[in-house]
């Protein structure tokens, strides 16, 4: 797993190569691990050398690179990116967003990235599950996600994001709901500019919704 701000994960009094190095250790890696620690790093297109070197003297974007070598370490073939990007400048996003690509492909491993950032999703997913309240609202390949929403949080997800075009930005009224004390029915009924009657009185699961897409909503 690459967990959100990683880049501050690593403890500071130790070099990267040897935090690397740790997990192979507790993992029993039967190789050479200081072969593996220098290949995992190449791997993520960071120079070896970084292997000698504190966290504090490497950038952001190195550390989060560094900390994907880590988790990826044992060949896992599935990873959790949890906001990958996440403090990162731009330019920064966009290569550990290709780099993350490139790793799916080059190791044959599936990755669940989970983010706020719905370009970042269309760039990278194939398949999205978009949760409100703890709860799945809408599941869909990502074409069909983004190009037709279902869901009433959904629509108002992408229809918030700004673009080039924009004479204004949407939002979605109303606040999220006490998780400790959520609201009986639908959890979104509150902000849905959709809401019936039946929506504050029972919890709609999903239903399928043409071809690839699930929504939970009495809509459907």
Same mark, same amino acid.
Not at 55 to 61: I, K, Q
Not at 120 to 133: G, H, K, N, P, T
Not at 174 to 194: E, H, I, Q, S, T
């Given at each position: 797993?690459?967990?959100?701000?990683?880049?501050?994960?690593?403890?500071?009094?130790?070099?990267?190569?040897?935090? %690397?190095?740790?997990?192979?250790?507790?993992?029993?890696?039967?190789?050479d691990?200081? $072969?593996?620690?220098?290949?995992?790093?190449?791997?993520?297109?960071?120079?070896?050398a %970084?292997?000698?070197?504190?966290?504090?003297?490497?950038?952001?974007?190195?550390?989060?690179?560094a900390? %994907?070598?880590?988790?990826?370490a044992?060949?896992?073939?599935?990873?959790?990116?949890?906001?990958?990007?996440?403090?990162?400048?731009?330019? +920064?996003?966009?290569?550990? *967003?290709?780099?993350?690509?490139k790793?799916?492909?080059?190791n044959?491993?599936?990755?669940?990235? *989970?983010?706020?950032?719905?370009?970042?999703l269309?760039?990278?997913?194939?398949?999205?599950?978009v949760?409100?309240?703890g709860?799945?609202?809408e599941v869909?390949?990502?074409?069909?996600?983004?190009?037709?929403?279902?869901?009433?949080?959904?629509?108002g997800?992408?229809?918030?994001?700004p673009? *080039? +075009?924009?004479?204004?930005?949407?939002g979605?009224?109303?606040?999220?709901?006490?998780?400790?004390?959520?609201p009986?029915?639908?959890?979104?009924?509150?902000?849905?500019?959709?809401?019936?009657?039946?929506?504050?009185?029972?919890?709609?699961?999903?239903?399928?919704?043409?071809?690839? $897409?699930?929504?939970?909503?009495?809509l459907?």
């Amino acid at each position: 797993m690459v967990f959100q701000g990683s880049m501050n994960g690593f403890t500071p009094v130790f070099t990267i190569g040897s935090q %690397i190095d740790e997990v192979l250790r507790i993992h029993d890696y039967e190789g050479d691990r200081e $072969q593996r620690t220098l290949d995992l790093l190449q791997m993520v297109e960071l120079n070896p050398a %970084i292997a000698g070197r504190f966290p504090h003297e490497l950038s952001g974007g190195q550390k989060q690179r560094a900390f %994907i070598a880590m988790a990826l370490a044992m060949d896992p073939p599935f990873l959790i990116a949890d906001e990958p990007t996440t403090a990162l400048d731009v330019l +920064t996003q966009a290569n550990i *967003i290709n780099l993350l690509k490139k790793l799916r492909k080059q190791n044959q491993i599936s990755i669940m990235l *989970i983010t706020h950032d719905l370009a970042l999703l269309s760039e990278i997913v194939d398949r999205v599950y978009v949760l409100y309240a703890g709860k799945m609202a809408e599941v869909g390949s990502s074409k069909a996600v983004f190009e037709q929403p279902k869901h009433p949080y959904t629509k108002g997800l992408i229809a918030s994001v700004p673009t *080039i +075009t924009s004479k204004s930005i949407s939002g979605i009224s109303g606040f999220m709901p006490d998780l400790v004390n959520l609201p009986a029915g639908c959890k979104f009924a509150p902000r849905c500019p959709y809401v019936m009657t039946i929506c504050k009185s029972e919890d709609p699961r999903l239903h399928r919704v043409g071809e690839s $897409q699930e929504a939970a909503c009495w809509l459907y």
